[in-house]
């Protein structure tokens, strides 16, 4: 065997080794379409957190949206990636469009904006990949690249959770917290693929 074939065969065991995981939730069971809010919760929440979380959810409904054309991209390139990177990728956009979901039912509920009106908005959104491009050059880079995006979403939406999810109810309150949960697990799980590139060096 060749040093390269050597290499190539640790790197192998190595990310089949990784432990990825993936947050299991049911978002019909939590927040089911037909769920109504309670008009106290918004009637009872401090000043000015009602309004400025309408604002934060029409942000946040939407950039959730944005991982599937950002999949797509990736995708076309699939040939040039690891099984276990797109097993993780595979996960990882499964999660993001159920926090798309949960954040259009959230915002549905908190700022009564409907569905339809999501959608077209949504699809009036304008993707562009050429900023970014620079770190989707190769899986090290997307990893790398992945865990500092992911772990900045933890702590926004460990802030978000404190300062406005818990001010609506146990169902919106437990969305907020599978968000950070969900966050966590896709640094975690970036980390440990990033960790199988070190038998490269």
């Known amino acids: 065997m060749s040093a390269i074939q050597h290499t190539q065969h640790l790197r192998s065991l190595s990310i089949s080794a990784a432990r990825v995981k993936q947050n299991i939730w049911d978002l019909d069971a939590l927040l089911p379409l037909s769920y109504c809010l309670s008009p106290q919760y918004i009637e009872l929440a401090p000043r000015g957190i009602h309004s400025n979380f309408c604002h934060l959810l029409s942000r946040d409904v939407y950039s959730e949206g944005d991982s599937q054309p ?22 990882w956009l499964e999660d993001e469009l159920k926090h798309y979901e949960a954040l259009r039912r959230t915002y549905h509920c ?75 697990m896709h640094f975690s799980n970036a980390a440990e693929l990033l960790l199988t590139f070190q038998v490269m060096f």
């Open 70 to 91: 950002l999949y797509d991209y990736i995708m076309t390139r699939s040939d040039q990636m690891s099984p276990a990177f797109l097993a993780m990728l595979d996960l």
């Open 110 to 184: 908190i700022a009564g904006v409907d569905f339809a009106e999501m959608d077209r908005q949504f699809a009036a959104r304008v993707h562009e990949i050429k900023p970014i491009e620079m770190v989707l050059v190769d899986e090290f880079t997307m990893l790398v690249t992945m865990m500092f995006d992911e772990i900045g979403s933890v702590y926004s939406y460990r802030r978000d959770l404190w300062e406005y999810y818990r001010h609506f109810g146990t169902a919106i309150q437990k969305i907020g917290h599978h968000l950070v949960k969900d966050e966590g």
